[in-house]
């Protein structure tokens, strides 16, 4: 997908929400278990309720390959009926690889062309050769971990590096790389105030952010720092829309959630001049 396409489909929307498929068949409504593919099942009926209002899904690898080939199975069933159905969503295949150039190629073949996701998450420690490979595909799309919302982000992500921060580091050298204009970046919502500092760097730049809803992160903090004239934010919710309710209504409500996120998303794009 084409960086405008995503853009045209926010202001259409007027939403920037991504929807995180953390599917977890512990978590699922307990009528869905009878189902032949469960996952695809909850999948499926999230993605016909909350698509009107959001522009992006996030499937959590980890919580399809925890399931073996069933799982994959059902990652492949989703992003089939994404593709098909909502052709317009930019899907983000949230899997953190991150390897040496030929092992990057293959993951990246795996993702863009097997799976046919629009994006890809990528941790960047392993530097240049690691992420070139993924960058490589065009109109696909390379997401950078840059400053993530998890306590651990403080170990090393934060610590000084020759008078800069080390994800400040990571910003600035990943906009070297060849085809980084197919670059973003993941900046958690619970550092919303590191945005300012960020938005220096790579000014234009889409971010993914999660952290807003179940993790304690602030919408209007976020785009109080992060939003640009093009927008420039896939704010991202998983759990605090998916597991809304465990009930038979849980479909219905997940709905309701994105919802009330989109029409807080709208005050926010109403004020960008």
């Not at 809803?213 to 998983?238: D, F, H, P, W």
Request: aromatic share 10%; with cysteine.
């Amino acid at each position: 997908m084409k960086i405008e396409d995503l853009i045209a489909q926010i202001r259409q929307k007027k939403s920037f929400l991504c929807v995180g498929l953390d599917t977890d068949l512990d978590k699922i409504p307990d009528h869905l278990l009878k189902e032949e593919d469960p996952i695809f099942a909850f999948n499926k009926a999230i993605i016909d309720a909350t698509h009107p209002f959001c522009v992006s899904y996030k499937p959590n690898i980890a919580f399809y390959e925890a399931y073996g080939l069933q799982g994959w199975k059902s990652l492949e069933r989703t992003m089939e009926y994404l593709n098909a159905n909502h052709p317009e969503m930019f899907t983000i295949a949230d899997a953190k690889r991150g390897d040496i150039g030929n092992t990057s190629t293959r993951y990246a073949k795996a993702f863009f062309e097997t799976m046919d996701f629009d994006s890809i998450t990528i941790a960047p420690y392993m530097g240049k050769d690691s992420v070139e490979p993924f960058l490589e595909f065009k109109d696909r799309h390379t997401i950078l971990l840059a400053l993530t919302s998890n306590q651990g982000a403080f170990d090393f992500q934060t610590k000084n590096l020759d008078g800069q921060e080390l994800y400040k580091e990571v910003l600035s050298v990943s906009k070297t790389y060849k085809g980084s204009q197919r670059l973003m970046y993941v900046v958690g919502a619970t550092k919303a105030s590191y945005l300012e500092d960020i938005r220096k760097i790579v000014p234009e730049s889409f971010l993914l952010v999660p952290g807003v809803g179940a993790q304690g992160g602030s919408l209007q903090e976020v785009c109080k720092y992060g939003i640009t004239k093009n927008v420039g934010l896939l704010v991202n919710s998983s759990r605090g829309i998916i597991y809304a309710s465990t009930g038979n209504d849980f479909a219905e409500v997940a709905a309701k959630k994105a919802y009330k996120i989109q029409q807080e998303m709208q005050i926010e794009l109403s004020k960008i001049k």
